[in-house]
């Protein structure tokens, strides 16, 4: 054995002039006061002790001669281990071999008392170890009445003589204590030089500093206060309703801290994510592994890429396997920007996670956080806290959990507003325990500060050595919402969101009050889910009542058609091929009357179908094109079919309940695109020509655009035109909303992420949420009474730059909420409920668009998009002027996205004449 793993003498000394306390030395056989020797807990030049003469400090528990003196066999008699221990004399060098077979009841155990410990010290257990087979041991720390748990460390030990070294600290000076050293599987285990020593604290985080980040490329590996920043569940896993998440803080996992505890309550899977994580060289090869335990059917994964599946496991825990360690080799993919890990658990189970890590290497390594700290933040349970807002009447505080040791460690905390603001906390002293909790307030003072904040906090040493990954959490600050706990059916605001609770409270607190049941929630009232086959109703009451619950207004839509009743003869698209026509109207009139009647009660306007003017959405056959191709075609009356398809439904609604409302037209801004969708102009002429004016309540059309905003004639009006061609009159005769649509499908992205992100995050929020201000205030104008934006409840994911969605709205990529939410937050507690007064041009391409009432009067004062950067706007003093985000800003100030709001409690005419004032200075507006 080489010369490398002979004894080596390490200073044993604490700071200042205490040294270690004096040892055992009737059990080591040597006083270590005052030494600077390591102690040798391992040693196999003794002579070797007898079982009988031992003090075996825990009852029932075999004994064995053939160990070195003071280590006795504790492996629990109820086990049926077939073990054998002996030392080998090889060349000179003498070590333990241990064989272990059959594991499969429990885990072989030696045990060794050791000297009193300080939790003033740093201490370090080293041991120099291989194994047959890969397999894992674990170092672990007791108290000898209780066999308590302080401290433990895995490692997977590989076929070739390897030192291993785990440092820790104690909460409090250790008393009677036991070093054990457990055997986790069958295989012939070899171990030399087992030592305790105490080290200098500084030196050796400065190692782990350079060493350690490159074990552990996790930033989060640990869980103290549950969910953190960058987790996410998919678009249909609700908190509280399919799963409940939190913190297990009656146990310490494997990592020291307390474990991720996670219930799931349905059959269905359910899939969390963990933060996006980057490699140094990303074709390395790499080890991802995560401590479970539980009960549970779970698969656990690893993604790269553009969501790239490169490693799972299916694992099935039961509780009395205690927890295992799950490993999922997996290369780097060339030119990945991030990755993740993901647990999918299949029906109901608890199960807890732990000491998350991926390495570098195809064999684990010893778990290791990537730094010596790490911290945990989140905002305190409130309201809509489970949607990362905090109300402005609720205190702005934040809690945190640091977990790791150092001496004179400090935890810093720095806030960043939406303006690049900057504000550095005070410094928090960490104490001594590895858990430090605390609560603070993250604004130092009770502001009015509105939109998102950006909460960045790290541990630092106290000459400025960073000891943690930064942890980023992102807060908003919002108005309450003006109908914030009760029903707002006269609100203009909708959306599409699945029905999970933290969707919806985000819907309702940031001022949605409608949901439009459409992809998010078609399952609820398509056709396609309910009556899968004839006859069968299979309704899901309780997921619609999650909406009534939260006083959620509901647009239920009326489309799809089951196999059975459908021009569907092979299936080719798993979305598309509900979409086929019903052959016979009389099934579907039945579903309109059952669907209708079932939901009587909770909701009361039901739109009818879904883009009917694209032809895959209301195809009779799929066609072969010469290309190789498959398409959806349309019968040879599509404006007859659709128009059918309303006055069914218009009827058999009607003849039970005049109260509920069909909507219908269903048409778009768009032009035609040969062969798969119509001209908007034309889809209205052709059904109104078909006289489906008739048999609806309220006319719908669509519009998607990337487009300049702000003034008569934009888009937003020229689409209008072209969906409700104005010689038919149909504005005037019909309530007209807008069932979907987007200004900001090419614009959203990772929102204000910044640290947690594996890239670079280079979105403008401000051009993001100016630009959704400006859709809605231009639809508003003109005429539009409801707006349904798509979507909040897309395909979550944020290790890739390239799966931001273009049809994210109001949310980042992992469903948590985006600038433009806030902005839009603002813009309803301004507007909802205020009736359109007159557009006014100001000059300069600046527009006002005035709203109110008799006693109050909102202004949103809006640049041409584009315009000249500097206008020169005249504004009183007496205005009293806010930014799209609700901060109340100065005369003189910039004006962010070129737009301001004037609020005034007066009747829209009188601000009409303070704007058009020509007595006052000068304002600049920028873009």
Request: one cysteine or more; glycine letters at 6%.
């Given at each position: 054995m080489?010369?490398t793993?002979?004894?080596?003498?390490?200073?044993?000394?604490i700071?200042?002039?205490?040294?270690l306390?004096?040892?055992?030395?009737?059990?080591l056989?040597v006083?270590?006061?005052d030494?600077?020797e390591?102690i040798p807990?391992?040693?196999f030049?003794?002579?070797?002790?007898s079982?009988a003469d031992?003090?075996?400090?825990?009852p029932?528990?075999?004994?064995?001669?053939n160990?070195?003196?003071?280590?006795a066999?504790t492996?629990p008699?109820?086990?049926?281990?077939k073990t054998?221990?002996?030392?080998i004399?090889?060349?000179?060098e003498?070590?333990?071999?241990v064989?272990v077979?059959n594991n499969?009841?429990g885990a072989?155990?030696?045990?060794?008392p050791?000297?009193?410990?300080n939790s003033?010290?740093v201490?370090q257990?080293s041991?120099i170890?291989?194994s047959k087979v890969?397999m894992?041991?674990?170092?672990?720390?007791?108290?000898?009445?209780?066999n308590g748990?302080?401290?433990?460390?895995?490692?997977?030990?590989s076929?070739?003589w390897t030192?291993y070294?785990?440092?820790f600290?104690?909460?409090s000076?250790?008393?009677?204590?036991?070093?054990?050293?457990q055997?986790?599987?069958?295989?012939?285990?070899d171990?030399?030089?087992?030592?305790l020593?105490?080290?200098?604290t500084r030196?050796?985080?400065?190692?782990?500093?350079?060493l350690?980040t490159?074990r552990?490329?996790l930033?989060v590996s640990?869980f103290?206060?549950g969910?953190q920043p960058g987790?996410?569940l998919?678009e249909n896993d609700?908190l509280?309703?399919?799963v409940?998440?939190?913190?297990?803080?009656?146990?310490?996992g494997?990592?020291?801290s307390?474990?991720l505890?996670v219930?799931?309550?349905?059959?269905?899977p359910?899939?969390?994510t963990f933060?996006p994580f980057s490699?140094p060289d990303?074709?390395?090869?790499c080890?991802?592994?995560?401590?479970?335990?539980?009960?549970?059917?779970?698969i656990c994964?690893v993604f790269?890429?553009?969501r790239e599946?490169?490693?799972?496991?299916?694992?099935?825990?039961?509780v009395e396997d205690?927890w295992?360690?799950?490993?999922m080799?997996?290369k780097?993919?060339?030119f990945s920007?991030?990755?993740?890990?993901q647990?999918h658990?299949?029906g109901?189970g608890?199960?807890l996670a732990d000491?998350?890590?991926?390495?570098?290497?195809k064999?684990?390594k010893?778990?290791?956080?990537?730094m010596?700290?790490?911290i945990?933040?989140k905002l305190?349970?409130?309201?809509?806290?489970m949607?990362?807002i905090?109300f402005?009447?609720?205190?702005p505080t934040?809690?945190?959990c640091?977990t790791g040791?150092?001496r004179?460690?400090f935890?810093?905390?720095?806030?960043?507003?939406?303006?690049?603001h900057?504000?550095v906390l005070?410094?928090?002293?960490l104490d001594?325990p590895?858990?430090?909790?605390?609560?603070i307030?993250y604004?130092?003072k009770?502001?009015s500060?509105?939109g998102?904040f950006?909460?960045?906090?790290?541990?630092?040493?106290?000459d400025?050595?960073r000891l943690?990954?930064?942890?980023?959490?992102?807060?908003y600050r919002?108005?309450?919402p003006r109908?914030?706990?009760?029903?707002?059916?006269?609100?203009?605001?909708g959306?599409?969101?699945?029905?999970?609770?933290?969707?919806?409270?985000?819907?309702k607190a940031?001022?949605?009050?409608?949901?439009?049941?459409h992809?998010t929630?078609?399952?609820l009232?398509?056709w396609?889910w309910?009556?899968?086959?004839?006859?069968?109703?299979r309704?899901?009451?309780?997921?619609?009542m999650?909406?009534r619950?939260?006083?959620?207004?509901?647009?239920?839509?009326?489309?799809t058609t089951?196999?059975?009743?459908?021009y569907m003869?092979?299936?080719h698209?798993?979305?598309?091929?509900r979409?086929?026509?019903?052959?016979?109207?009389?099934d579907?009139?039945?579903?309109v009357?059952?669907?209708t009647s079932?939901?009587?009660?909770?909701?009361?306007?039901?739109?009818v179908w879904?883009e009917?003017?694209?032809?895959a959405?209301i195809?009779?056959?799929l066609?072969?094109?010469e290309d190789?191709s498959?398409r959806?075609?349309t019968s040879e009356?599509p404006?007859?079919d659709?128009?059918l398809l309303?006055?069914?439904?218009?009827d058999?609604v009607?003849?039970n309940?005049?109260?509920?409302?069909i909507a219908?037209?269903?048409t778009?801004?768009?032009?035609?695109?040969?062969n798969?969708?119509f001209?908007g102009?034309?889809?209205?002429?052709?059904?109104v020509?078909?006289?489906?004016?008739?048999?609806?309540?309220?006319a719908t059309y669509?519009?998607y655009?990337?487009?300049?905003?702000g003034?008569p004639g934009?888009?937003?009006?020229?689409?209008?035109?072209?969906a409700?061609p104005?010689?038919?009159?149909?504005e005037d005769?019909f309530p007209?909303?807008l069932t979907?649509?987007s200004?900001?499908?090419?614009?959203?992205?990772?929102g204000?992420?910044?640290?947690?992100l594996?890239?670079?995050n280079?979105e403008?929020?401000?051009?993001?949420?100016?630009?959704?201000?400006?859709?809605?205030t231009?639809?508003?104008a003109?005429g539009?009474?409801?707006?349904?934006?798509?979507?909040?409840?897309?395909?979550?994911?944020l290790?890739s730059?390239?799966?931001?969605?273009l049809?994210?709205?109001?949310?980042?990529?992992d469903?948590?909420?985006?600038?433009?939410?806030?902005?839009?937050s603002n813009l309803?507690?301004?507007?909802d409920g205020e009736?359109?007064f007159?557009?006014?041009?100001l000059?300069?391409?600046l527009?006002?668009?005035i709203?109110?009432?008799e006693?109050?009067?909102?202004?949103?004062?809006?640049t041409a998009?584009?315009?000249?950067?500097?206008?020169e706007?005249?504004a009183?003093d007496?205005l009293?002027?806010f930014?799209?985000?609700?901060?109340?800003?100065q005369q003189?100030?910039?004006?962010?996205a070129g737009i301001?709001?004037?609020?005034q409690?007066?009747?829209?005419s009188?601000?009409?004449?303070?704007?058009?004032n020509?007595?006052?200075?000068?304002l600049?507006?920028t873009?």
């Amino acid at each position: 054995m080489e010369k490398t793993y002979l004894f080596t003498i390490i200073v044993m000394r604490i700071l200042g002039p205490i040294y270690l306390l004096t040892f055992l030395p009737a059990m080591l056989g040597v006083s270590y006061a005052d030494t600077r020797e390591p102690i040798p807990l391992l040693s196999f030049d003794e002579p070797r002790g007898s079982a009988a003469d031992r003090n075996v400090i825990r009852p029932n528990f075999q004994m064995s001669v053939n160990l070195p003196e003071n280590w006795a066999v504790t492996t629990p008699v109820n086990t049926n281990l077939k073990t054998s221990y002996q030392l080998i004399d090889e060349a000179g060098e003498k070590y333990l071999r241990v064989e272990v077979d059959n594991n499969e009841t429990g885990a072989a155990r030696i045990t060794c008392p050791i000297p009193n410990l300080n939790s003033e010290i740093v201490y370090q257990v080293s041991f120099i170890a291989r194994s047959k087979v890969p397999m894992p041991i674990v170092i672990s720390l007791h108290h000898q009445l209780d066999n308590g748990l302080i401290w433990r460390k895995k490692s997977v030990l590989s076929g070739e003589w390897t030192q291993y070294e785990h440092t820790f600290m104690l909460d409090s000076p250790g008393h009677e204590l036991n070093l054990s050293i457990q055997f986790l599987g069958s295989s012939t285990y070899d171990l030399i030089k087992v030592h305790l020593r105490a080290i200098d604290t500084r030196k050796t985080l400065e190692v782990n500093n350079i060493l350690e980040t490159e074990r552990n490329f996790l930033p989060v590996s640990r869980f103290p206060l549950g969910l953190q920043p960058g987790m996410f569940l998919n678009e249909n896993d609700s908190l509280d309703y399919v799963v409940s998440i939190d913190t297990d803080t009656s146990i310490l996992g494997p990592s020291g801290s307390h474990p991720l505890r996670v219930r799931t309550l349905s059959e269905g899977p359910v899939r969390l994510t963990f933060p996006p994580f980057s490699l140094p060289d990303r074709r390395m090869d790499c080890m991802a592994s995560v401590y479970l335990k539980g009960k549970a059917n779970l698969i656990c994964k690893v993604f790269g890429g553009d969501r790239e599946l490169i490693a799972e496991k299916n694992v099935t825990l039961q509780v009395e396997d205690g927890w295992q360690r799950i490993l999922m080799p997996f290369k780097g993919i060339p030119f990945s920007q991030g990755y993740c890990l993901q647990i999918h658990a299949i029906g109901k189970g608890v199960y807890l996670a732990d000491a998350l890590q991926v390495s570098e290497g195809k064999k684990p390594k010893d778990y290791i956080g990537q730094m010596p700290f790490e911290i945990a933040l989140k905002l305190p349970e409130s309201e809509a806290s489970m949607a990362g807002i905090q109300f402005s009447d609720e205190p702005p505080t934040l809690e945190y959990c640091t977990t790791g040791q150092y001496r004179n460690a400090f935890l810093h905390i720095e806030i960043e507003d939406i303006y690049g603001h900057k504000t550095v906390l005070k410094k928090i002293r960490l104490d001594d325990p590895f858990h430090n909790y605390g609560r603070i307030e993250y604004l130092e003072k009770e502001i009015s500060a509105l939109g998102p904040f950006r909460i960045n906090a790290c541990v630092m040493s106290e000459d400025g050595q960073r000891l943690s990954p930064d942890c980023e959490l992102i807060a908003y600050r919002l108005r309450r919402p003006r109908h914030w706990l009760k029903d707002a059916p006269g609100s203009y605001f909708g959306v599409h969101v699945p029905p999970t609770k933290q969707g919806i409270l985000m819907a309702k607190a940031i001022g949605l009050n409608w949901v439009r049941l459409h992809d998010t929630g078609a399952h609820l009232c398509g056709w396609w889910w309910l009556e899968k086959e004839p006859g069968k109703w299979r309704f899901r009451d309780e997921l619609l009542m999650r909406y009534r619950s939260h006083h959620l207004s509901i647009l239920g839509v009326i489309a799809t058609t089951p196999p059975w009743a459908s021009y569907m003869i092979k299936p080719h698209s798993k979305y598309f091929d509900r979409y086929y026509l019903p052959r016979n109207l009389t099934d579907f009139e039945n579903y309109v009357a059952k669907v209708t009647s079932q939901y009587q009660e909770n909701i009361s306007t039901y739109e009818v179908w879904n883009e009917p003017w694209i032809h895959a959405y209301i195809p009779v056959e799929l066609k072969n094109k010469e290309d190789g191709s498959k398409r959806y075609e349309t019968s040879e009356t599509p404006f007859r079919d659709y128009a059918l398809l309303v006055k069914s439904a218009y009827d058999t609604v009607k003849e039970n309940d005049l109260s509920i409302s069909i909507a219908g037209l269903n048409t778009s801004t768009f032009p035609e695109r040969q062969n798969r969708s119509f001209d908007g102009g034309d889809w209205t002429r052709g059904t109104v020509e078909e006289g489906i004016l008739n048999h609806m309540d309220i006319a719908t059309y669509h519009q998607y655009l990337t487009a300049p905003l702000g003034s008569p004639g934009d888009s937003v009006e020229e689409g209008f035109r072209r969906a409700l061609p104005p010689t038919l009159n149909i504005e005037d005769t019909f309530p007209i909303w807008l069932t979907e649509g987007s200004a900001i499908f090419n614009f959203t992205g990772f929102g204000f992420y910044k640290n947690t992100l594996t890239f670079d995050n280079n979105e403008d929020v401000w051009l993001t949420s100016g630009m959704h201000i400006r859709f809605t205030t231009r639809l508003l104008a003109q005429g539009v009474e409801k707006i349904f934006y798509y979507s909040m409840g897309m395909r979550p994911y944020l290790a890739s730059e390239s799966r931001k969605s273009l049809f994210h709205y109001f949310t980042a990529p992992d469903l948590s909420l985006h600038p433009s939410g806030a902005a839009h937050s603002n813009l309803a507690w301004f507007l909802d409920g205020e009736k359109f007064f007159e557009t006014i041009p100001l000059g300069f391409g600046l527009q006002a668009y005035i709203f109110g009432g008799e006693s109050n009067s909102v202004a949103i004062l809006m640049t041409a998009y584009g315009a000249n950067e500097n206008v020169e706007y005249i504004a009183p003093d007496e205005l009293v002027l806010f930014d799209i985000f609700g901060n109340e800003i100065q005369q003189r100030q910039k004006w962010p996205a070129g737009i301001i709001i004037v609020h005034q409690k007066l009747p829209p005419s009188k601000l009409k004449e303070i704007l058009l004032n020509p007595q006052l200075e000068p304002l600049q507006i920028t873009l």
